[in-house]
Nanobody, 120 residues
C-alpha cells in the first residue's frame, strides 16, 4: 500500500516563506508525476505545481516566480518552497502523485493535506 505524508504547513506573515514536504512510502516501483494542489475555503482544488520523473516542471500562473517544486528521488519526496507568500495563498495544500506499485498497478494518490495560513 502506498501512502503520501505531508509536512511543513503553518502560519506565516505576508512576504514570508514556508517549505512543504511530501514523502511517498510503500511498495513503490516508480513515481511518474508528483504535484501540489491547494484548496481555499469555498473554492475548487487547483494545481499549484507539478514535476515529472524527468524533472520537467509546471506552475500555476499565480505562483510563478514565487514557488519552486523539487524532488529527491532517493527519498521519494517532493518539496514545495514557497516564498513571498500572500494572503491569497492561504489554503489546504495537498500532495498528489502518480505511482506504479509492485502490488496494485498504477494509481493517483493523495496526501491528507496540510494547512497554510498567510496572515499578519
Amino acid at each position: 500500500q502506498v501512502q503520501l505524508v505531508e509536512s511543513g504547513g503553518g502560519l506565516v506573515q505576508p512576504g514570508g516563506s514556508l517549505r512543504l514536504s511530501c514523502a511517498a512510502s510503500g511498495s513503490i516501483f516508480s513515481i511518474n508525476v508528483m504535484a501540489w494542489y491547494r484548496q481555499a475555503p469555498g473554492k475548487q482544488r487547483e494545481l499549484v505545481a507539478a514535476i515529472t520523473s524527468g524533472t520537467n516542471t509546471n506552475y500555476a500562473n499565480s505562483v510563478k516566480g514565487r514557488f519552486t517544486i523539487s524532488k529527491d528521488n532517493a527519498k521519494n519526496t517532493v518539496y514545495l518552497q514557497m516564498n513571498s507568500l500572500e494572503p491569497e495563498d492561504t489554503a489546504v495544500y495537498y500532495c498528489n502523485a502518480d505511482i506504479s506499485s509492485y502490488s496494485s498497478g498504477s494509481y493517483t494518490y493523495w496526501g491528507q493535506g496540510t494547512q497554510v495560513n498567510v496572515s499578519s
